[in-house]
């Protein structure tokens, strides 16, 4: 079946350190997403990509990076400079370029801090 | 900006009750509508989906239509069961900047009892 698979489930990070979230989908979707989502504030952009070798800043990019170097991987790293990280991460892909077509998602990463 | 608005939750229900979580929606061109829900500890699926004015998303006995005159896409099912016990998100397709992207509401978490 194809879908989107994120991994680790769980992640702990410690003061400094600079860890990466895996995604990773069969779809064939070209338009791949990260989200992070905090209890009763929905979903927020932080990087999303349309094609390979090119992504853009989402709503709250400031200390994640990502790298789109397959169309079927978009792996986003939580730095040092991110100084609260404890959230759901959601990863997403769909076709894009206007198909109003719908997102999929992952069932998520849940980062916390040691 | 594009926005959606959905109604506060926590809802509580008990089990074959009537159910409407309201979603409206702001703008500047003719978006598409979507319903994703969240089970605890998953990531979103999508429930329905409506395209264009007038069109009727449903699915699993959810149903909501795409009110333009109103900017609504208000969320419904007549006969709530234990099972639908999640979060529901409302969200908005738009093209900005030559890339698709989704808006989210804040979701609106359903309880039913036995």
């Known amino acids: 079946d194809g879908g989107i698979t994120q991994s680790p489930k769980y992640l702990f990070r410690k003061e400094g350190q600079n860890v990466t979230l895996s995604c990773e989908q069969n779809l064939n979707h070209d338009a791949m997403y990260w989200y992070r989502q905090d209890p009763g504030q929905g979903l927020r952009l932080i990087y999303y990509?349309?094609?390979?070798?090119?992504?853009q800043k989402g709503d709250i990019a400031e200390g994640y990076s990502v790298s789109r170097e397959k169309k079927e991987s978009f792996p986003l790293t939580v730095t040092s400079a991110q100084k609260n990280p404890t959230a759901f991460y959601l990863c997403?892909?769909?076709?894009?370029?206007?198909?109003?077509?719908?997102?999929?998602f992952g069932d998520g990463t849940r980062l916390s801090i040691l | 900006g594009d926005s959606v608005t959905q109604m506060e939750g926590p809802v509580t229900l008990s089990e074959e009750a009537f159910l409407t979580i309201n979603c409206t929606y702001t703008a500047t061109g003719y978006p598409s509508l979507f319903w994703y829900v969240q089970y605890p500890g998953e990531g979103l699926q999508l429930l329905l989906k409506a395209t264009k004015a007038d069109d009727k998303g449903s699915n699993k006995g959810f149903e909501a239509t795409y009110r333009k005159e109103t900017t609504s896409f208000h969320l419904e099912k007549g006969s709530v069961q234990v099972s639908d016990s999640a979060v529901y998100f409302c969200a908005l397709s738009g093209f900005w900047g030559g890339s698709e992207k989704l808006v989210f509401g804040k979701g609106t978490k359903l309880t039913v009892n036995p």
């Open positions: 990509s349309q094609i390979v070798n090119d992504f």
């Open positions: 997403a892909s769909g076709s894009g370029q206007g198909s109003n077509q719908p997102q999929h």
